[in-house]
């Protein structure tokens, strides 16, 4: 499996970094943002090392398939019965901050914001 000495979440799949763990297989691993913006705020991630859906390819499907499969019971978990968002930031335009694929999982009692940029 390929990951990244340097990469931050690299780094919190091998365990060097820690992190308020929510789930951890041999493929991926969910936890707690670290600056949440929501109250329940959580990462999945896959351990091997692909920067973002741009580079993701289909040798990625089953970690891919695996990580939207999880959400559910994750969610559950973490008392988002009434729902929440799944944001993918891509890239530059996606201002994507962490370059190692990742799912922010966003919830809480209330709804929220529309999350949809707006045409300008
Ligand atoms: P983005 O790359 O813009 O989709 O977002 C990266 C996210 O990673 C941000 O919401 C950060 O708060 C979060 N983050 C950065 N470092 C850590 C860390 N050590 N533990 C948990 N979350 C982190
Ligand atoms: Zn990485």
């Known amino acids: 499996m390929t990951t990244h000495a340097d990469c931050i979440f690299c780094r919190i799949a091998r365990g060097e970094i820690p992190s308020r763990k929510v789930y951890e297989d041999d ?9 949440p913006s929501a109250p329940v705020h959580f990462l999945v991630i896959p351990k091997v090392h692909v920067e973002n859906l741009y580079d993701a ?59 949809m940029p707006r045409r300008q």
């Open 27 to 35: 493929e991926l691993m969910a936890f707690h943002d670290i600056q």
């Open 57 to 115: 390819d289909l040798q990625h499907q089953q970690v891919l398939g695996r990580m939207m499969g999880m959400i559910g019971t994750l969610a559950r978990e973490q008392g988002l019965d009434d729902g929440f968002r799944v944001v993918v930031n891509t890239g530059r335009v996606g201002r994507q901050e962490v370059y190692h694929l990742h799912l922010h999982v966003l919830g809480g009692p209330d709804p929220l914001g529309s999350g």
